[in-house]
């Protein structure tokens, strides 16, 4: 009898031990990400040592000049309960794209770890990119090349907690705590801006609020994106934000209407209006005496691929309401044209 219990113990064990092998969960990694670079000329302004730019972010070098490396690895177990992100960034883009990380962290863009707790819930916790607005750091997943003053002024990333809810299939609900918004490396005022995103589709509802910047106030903004398919070669696009704190504001529009012609050339246009008031973010430059202004900026951008190879000629057109940019001769200007070409590599 002893041998036969013996026998019985060593074959549930063996087994066990098997299942917990079978069972283990196996790592999953993975590598990807975009190299760019560019060659940007104005038409209406000076270049070279007094090259002039619009106010918005990335692109806004003379002549022949370089974007960034982006590396994106992803680790994730093997039955998608956790993983890990660590995206990194090179070269003048990511530079500006992380303007307030410390030093030891000046390439990091994203650095996070989550937990599908359930096929409904999913905790983020970490550095991760914005959930407000249209375009995004990654010149990948934008359509035009330059971005808008809208993207530019919004904010790049949050550090904190966010857990995203998926509560139909087509509604979906985000809260976060998150620390002042591009304070990426750590919380260096104790100060918290909560976060929240109502989704239906592809239509989002996105607000943040909390004091930023050290501003005594606290700032309010609530921002919608959405982008549908009218056919199955027409895109339309839509950004709008509204950003205040104590009456400082900023607030704009805009369109993104896209036309596909062939398999491998698209034309997009953005058509954006964006205004300040009280001085609102800085962005503009040139303000009248109340402290408001406005911009309208037009953008048309070709997008040509060849493989894994994107080339993207782009003219763009910047028209404000006070004199804030510079013509040829260096004199003050309301407006500004300048091109683009763009290549990117994606992999």
């Not at 619009?54 to 070098?61: D, G, L, Q």
């Not at 491998?264 to 953005?270: D, K, M, P, Q």
Request: charged share 20%.
């Amino acid at each position: 009898m002893k041998s036969i219990c013996t026998l019985l113990l060593l074959t549930i064990s063996t087994t066990f031990m098997f299942a917990q092998e079978e069972t283990e969960d196996k790592k999953k990694f993975t590598v990807e990400g975009s190299v760019d670079v560019y060659f940007r000329q104005n038409i209406s302004g000076p270049n070279g040592e007094d090259a002039i730019a619009p106010n918005t972010s990335f692109a806004n070098r003379n002549g022949f000049a370089i974007g960034m490396a982006n590396v994106i690895g992803a680790f994730e177990s093997e039955n998608g309960k956790v993983g890990a992100v660590a995206d990194l960034v090179f070269g003048p883009r990511g530079e500006e794209a992380v303007f307030l990380s410390g030093p030891s962290s000046n390439i990091v863009n994203q650095l996070y770890v989550y937990w599908n707790v359930s096929e409904k819930v999913k905790l983020t916790l970490g550095n991760f990119n914005t959930f407000l607005g249209y375009e995004v750091i990654s010149p990948t997943a934008n359509f035009n090349y330059s971005t808008s003053y809208m993207f530019s002024y919004g904010p790049f990333s949050h550090t904190g907690i966010k857990a995203d809810f998926t509560l139909s299939e087509d509604f979906s609900a985000m809260l976060a705590v998150l620390n002042q918004t591009d304070a990426t490396e750590f919380n260096f005022d104790n100060n918290y801006t909560l976060g929240a995103q109502l989704g239906y589709k592809s239509t989002y509802l996105n607000f943040l609020y909390g004091k930023q910047g050290g501003s005594t106030e606290s700032t309010f903004q609530v921002d919608l994106t959405t982008g549908y398919d009218l056919s199955d070669d027409f895109f339309l696009g839509l950004n709008a934000t509204y950003n205040d704190t104590d009456g400082a504001s900023f607030y704009g529009v805009a369109l993104y209407p896209q036309f596909k012609t062939s398999d491998a050339f698209t034309l997009g246009l953005r058509g954006e209006y964006f205004a300040e008031g009280e001085g609102g973010a800085g962005a503009i430059g040139g303000y009248d005496l109340e402290g408001d202004a406005s911009v309208v900026a037009v953008t048309l951008t070709g997008s040509y691929n060849v493989g894994d190879l994107t080339i993207k000629p782009e003219f763009r057109l910047d028209s404000a309401s006070e004199d804030t940019f510079l013509d040829t001769d260096q004199d003050p200007s309301n407006s500004l044209s300048s091109f683009v070409i763009a290549g990117i590599y994606k992999f």
